[in-house]
């Protein structure tokens, strides 16, 4: 209750100060788990620890995929391990490149938009062959890492889920894509999030929390709208494979605009003076490096619509609380100056007669409350 009652009071303060989020800072070929995405200008991408505390607070929300092999059981503990391996390990990456020390796992992310439901994209699930059959994937909360250096190895198994059942499926490479998925047991100590029930702006700011590559949760922002298509929309968000099924925020509203299913190019490799893009087997080649284009260049990053899928999802009381705070903002900006009668000044250089306007008190916000 208490971990609610704080997201909405991070909420409530963050709206009243204008909506707007601090700047935190589909398949490699051949590789089933990874859509290929990447960075566009400067790399935008920051840990947990680093975000501002809204996003901090939506990011424990969010879920990373794993196959059943790639998160085996401690039986000392109870709880599971990530195996030993580390991004620059994994992608044969050059020295230095960012988060290349950190450990990787995970296949795909997801966020918590029911007591017992996440969405993701569709093509991480069966029967989609990049996917994975339900039965086989856990979902981790708190796979973050919490202060700098300090490396998540080992989850609770109160923080790791098993899927239950793929509820709504849909995979269109052209168009919508997403995975609604039951889990096997209600989410505890965590909160669902809100949906734009209505259309996406154009000029809307975006915000992305997930797992590129399989590493720890990260925060991207500073992203926006560059066209919209029948069922999803494209950005430009630093993301990579492991991304696909983030939930994409408008920094304005908090809210859900769509959730991220494929895009441009992960990592270029050279061999000899050839350049070489998320090839099959990156050992084969010389150390590579993230694609990096322009802000304004690539082939951007295509976000599923919330709306193909909100229909199914009943509103979170976040939600709830986010549209009576969006109301009364709205009352604050319609309720005109009143005009009252004039009034009269002596002074000592001559009378003076001033109009006195009259402002009604503003509505106060929604007080916070256990939820």
Not at 101 to 126: I, K, M, N, W
Not at 210 to 220: E, N, R, T
Not at 300 to 323: N, W
Not at 343 to 365: C, K, L
Request: aromatic share 8%; glycine share 12%.
């Amino acid at each position: 209750m208490k971990r609610r009652m704080l997201t909405l009071t991070l909420l409530a303060a963050a709206l009243l100060n204008g909506g707007v989020l601090l700047r935190a800072g589909g398949n490699g070929r051949g590789n089933p788990n990874i859509i290929p995405v990447s960075i566009y200008g400067t790399d935008d991408r920051v840990d947990y620890y680093a975000a501002d505390k809204v996003m901090r607070k939506f990011a424990e929300s969010t879920v990373a995929m794993f196959a059943e092999a790639a998160l085996p059981r401690d039986e000392a503990s109870g709880g599971y391990k990530l195996k030993n391996l580390n991004l620059r390990g994994k992608y044969n990456l050059q020295e230095g490149e960012r988060f290349g020390e950190q450990p990787v796992g995970a296949y795909c992310s997801g966020v918590l938009v029911g007591e017992d439901t996440v969405l993701t994209a569709g093509h991480c699930f069966r029967p989609d062959p990049r996917g994975g059959p339900c039965e086989k994937v856990k979902m981790v909360f708190g796979y973050a890492v919490t202060a700098a250096g300090q490396m998540p190895s080992a989850f609770p198994a109160e923080n790791v889920y098993s899927c239950k059942s793929v509820v709504a499926h849909k995979v269109d490479d052209n168009g919508a894509d997403y995975a609604l998925v039951k889990l096997d047991r209600k989410v505890s100590g965590r909160h669902p999030l809100a949906l734009n029930r209505g259309k996406i702006s154009g000029n809307a700011k975006l915000a992305v929390i997930g797992y590129p590559s399989g590493l720890p949760v990260k925060v991207a922002t500073n992203g926006s709208v560059r066209s919209i298509g029948e069922g999803f929309f494209v950005a430009d968000l630093d993301t990579f494979g492991g991304n696909s099924g983030s939930p994409v925020f408008n920094a304005q509203t908090f809210k859900i605009e769509g959730i991220l299913v494929r895009g441009g190019v992960d990592y270029v490799y050279k061999s000899g003076e050839t350049n070489v893009e998320d090839p099959r087997n990156p050992y084969t080649q010389a150390p590579g490096r993230a694609q990096t284009y322009a802000q304004e260049g690539g082939r951007g990053e295509d976000i599923t619509m919330i709306r193909e899928v909100a229909s199914l999802i009943p509103q979170s009381e976040m939600e709830k609380y986010l549209d009576e705070m969006q109301r009364q903002k709205a009352q604050q900006r319609q309720a005109p100056a009143k005009v009252v009668p004039a009034i009269y000044y002596p002074g000592q250089n001559g009378p003076q007669i001033q109009p006195a306007v009259y402002y009604g008190p503003e509505p106060s916000a929604p007080q916070p409350v256990e939820i």
